[in-house]
């Protein structure tokens, strides 16, 4: 502990007090957990075990379980939760054109609860008394992590040892070299990373820096725009319910059509998102984030539900569709309103069907093209053609009762 032991003394009572049998730590296999792999052991006598989820990050998972079991775990767990995270989460998140302040699709928040959720079933399982997390005091995570934990197990204990003991990056990496723990961040590239097959976020490092582009080394998921083909590409994706159901054509389930266009989208540099962004314990903060599918996706889908939609449904969904995202970026998952709102999601979803065609090109998803058998659009009526259906001397009544209050308004203006 004498690399953290400034911090012991302030905590102390709370790091003594109440100390658990075994413990369940959910293990990414980077930096922050595989600290707390080793500090757990040293600083409690209890049995640890791990619980690594497959969200579909691009790492190679058996890889992780040996590493926590030679690290000294009793047992080492890794979910497959691909299918359920893209048809309970990402679904979701799609029907609600789901952008946390108008740029982020909520990659890493939309992951936590189904994280959450997993880690609960097994330590009820296994006996497990306490579940341990390697959140910060700063970050969303911790938030939205313990509050999955609390609304499904109460009386679950939680270790939050980084917030706990404010282990900083710099003495985790030095703590990481003399215990012999293998590690992939280094100072010349500390980043924090999150990744799943929705996106993947990053920050720390040279990023903290507002002012400065962030290092080309910090791309995983996108080719930089400028680097990306000459050539555009178009991508159809086709949509029943709101619900991708085909790529270029080709029938997929959800999961492997995000990945899949995350590849074909992610070469073209589409979905890098630069965002200030608001933190749910009150810092601004600078995120990078590479959501390739994710971009295409959403961008689709509204499109093709502005197209099915009359001009009132699009305006109250915009209003329903922000509070979805805001309450879960803030970790409210379980709240009962998301089952209000999803209810209207759902059903507003269910003549959103048709396909979309997207133009990728250097950074850009641009919609080209799109079709629906629910569509509100009418050819006959909005064309300018010889031979249209709309009756255009109809427009002369209904332009004078829609500015009627508007020009009672500025008669008497000009009386005053």
């Given at each position: 502990m004498e690399w953290f032991e400034k911090t012991k003394e302030g905590n102390s009572a709370s790091y003594e007090a109440d100390s658990p049998e075994k413990v369940l730590l959910l293990y990414s296999g980077g930096l922050d957990t595989s600290v707390l792999l080793k500090f757990i052991q040293e600083g409690y006598d209890a049995e640890l075990f791990t619980l690594t989820v497959d969200l579909g990050q691009s790492i190679n998972l058996e890889k992780i379980r040996a590493k926590a079991l030679a690290l000294g775990a009793k047992k080492a767990f890794v979910a497959d939760a691909k299918k359920e995270f893209a048809e309970q989460h990402i679904s979701k998140a799609v029907k609600a054109n789901a952008l946390y302040q108008g740029k982020y699709p909520l990659s890493t928040a939309i992951g936590r609860p189904l994280i959450a959720k997993l880690a609960v079933e097994i330590a009820k399982k296994e006996?497990?008394?306490?579940?341990?997390?390697?959140?910060?005091?700063?970050?969303?995570?911790?938030?939205?992590?313990?509050?999955?934990?609390?609304?499904?197990?109460?009386?679950?204990?939680?270790?939050?040892?980084?917030?706990?003991?404010?282990?900083?990056?710099?003495?985790?990496?030095?703590?990481?070299?003399?215990?012999?723990?293998?590690?992939?961040?280094?100072?010349?590239?500390?980043?924090?990373?999150?990744?799943?097959?929705?996106?993947?976020?990053?920050?720390?490092?040279?990023?903290?820096?507002?002012?400065?582009?962030?290092?080309?080394?910090?791309?995983?998921?996108?080719?930089?725009?400028?680097?990306?083909?000459?050539?555009?590409?178009?991508?159809?994706?086709?949509?029943?319910?709101?619900?991708?159901?085909?790529?270029?054509?080709?029938?997929?389930?959800?999961?492997?059509?995000?990945?899949?266009?995350?590849?074909?989208?992610?070469?073209?540099?589409?979905?890098?998102?630069?965002?200030?962004?608001?933190?749910?314990?009150?810092?601004?903060?600078?995120?990078?984030?590479?959501?390739?599918?994710?971009?295409?996706?959403?961008?689709?889908?509204?499109?093709?539900?502005?197209?099915?939609?009359?001009?009132?449904?699009?305006?109250f969904k915009e209003i329903v569709d922000q509070k979805w995202a805001y309450l879960v970026y803030q970790g409210l998952w379980f709240d009962p309103l998301m089952d209000s709102l999803n209810a209207f999601i759902e059903a507003q979803n269910k003549k959103v069907c048709g396909a979309v065609k997207v133009k990728l090109y250097k950074g850009h998803a641009l919609v080209v093209g799109r079709k629906s058998p629910f569509a509100l659009y009418d050819k006959s009526l909005a064309t300018y053609d010889i031979g249209h259906t709309f009756n255009q001397k109809a427009s002369s009544g209904f332009i004078e009762l829609w500015s009627l209050q508007s020009k009672m308004a500025m008669q008497l203006k000009k009386v005053k």
């Amino acid at each position: 502990m004498e690399w953290f032991e400034k911090t012991k003394e302030g905590n102390s009572a709370s790091y003594e007090a109440d100390s658990p049998e075994k413990v369940l730590l959910l293990y990414s296999g980077g930096l922050d957990t595989s600290v707390l792999l080793k500090f757990i052991q040293e600083g409690y006598d209890a049995e640890l075990f791990t619980l690594t989820v497959d969200l579909g990050q691009s790492i190679n998972l058996e890889k992780i379980r040996a590493k926590a079991l030679a690290l000294g775990a009793k047992k080492a767990f890794v979910a497959d939760a691909k299918k359920e995270f893209a048809e309970q989460h990402i679904s979701k998140a799609v029907k609600a054109n789901a952008l946390y302040q108008g740029k982020y699709p909520l990659s890493t928040a939309i992951g936590r609860p189904l994280i959450a959720k997993l880690a609960v079933e097994i330590a009820k399982k296994e006996g497990i008394d306490t579940i341990a997390h390697g959140c910060t005091g700063k970050g969303n995570d911790q938030v939205r992590i313990e509050a999955g934990i609390i609304s499904l197990a109460p009386k679950m204990k939680i270790l939050a040892p980084v917030r706990d003991w404010n282990m900083a990056r710099n003495k985790e990496l030095e703590y990481a070299k003399a215990k012999g723990i293998p590690v992939a961040e280094t100072k010349a590239k500390p980043y924090s990373t999150d990744e799943n097959m929705w996106g993947k976020s990053s920050e720390c490092g040279a990023l903290e820096d507002t002012f400065t582009e962030p290092p080309e080394n910090v791309f995983g998921f996108c080719t930089l725009p400028e680097k990306a083909p000459d050539k555009p590409e178009i991508v159809e994706i086709g949509f029943a319910e709101g619900i991708p159901v085909s790529l270029n054509g080709k029938e997929l389930p959800l999961q492997e059509l995000v990945m899949e266009l995350n590849g074909i989208a992610g070469k073209h540099g589409v979905g890098i998102i630069d965002h200030m962004e608001d933190r749910v314990v009150g810092l601004k903060s600078r995120e990078v984030y590479e959501c390739p599918a994710a971009t295409v996706i959403i961008e689709a889908h509204k499109d093709l539900e502005k197209m099915a939609s009359t001009v009132h449904e699009n305006q109250f969904k915009e209003i329903v569709d922000q509070k979805w995202a805001y309450l879960v970026y803030q970790g409210l998952w379980f709240d009962p309103l998301m089952d209000s709102l999803n209810a209207f999601i759902e059903a507003q979803n269910k003549k959103v069907c048709g396909a979309v065609k997207v133009k990728l090109y250097k950074g850009h998803a641009l919609v080209v093209g799109r079709k629906s058998p629910f569509a509100l659009y009418d050819k006959s009526l909005a064309t300018y053609d010889i031979g249209h259906t709309f009756n255009q001397k109809a427009s002369s009544g209904f332009i004078e009762l829609w500015s009627l209050q508007s020009k009672m308004a500025m008669q008497l203006k000009k009386v005053k």
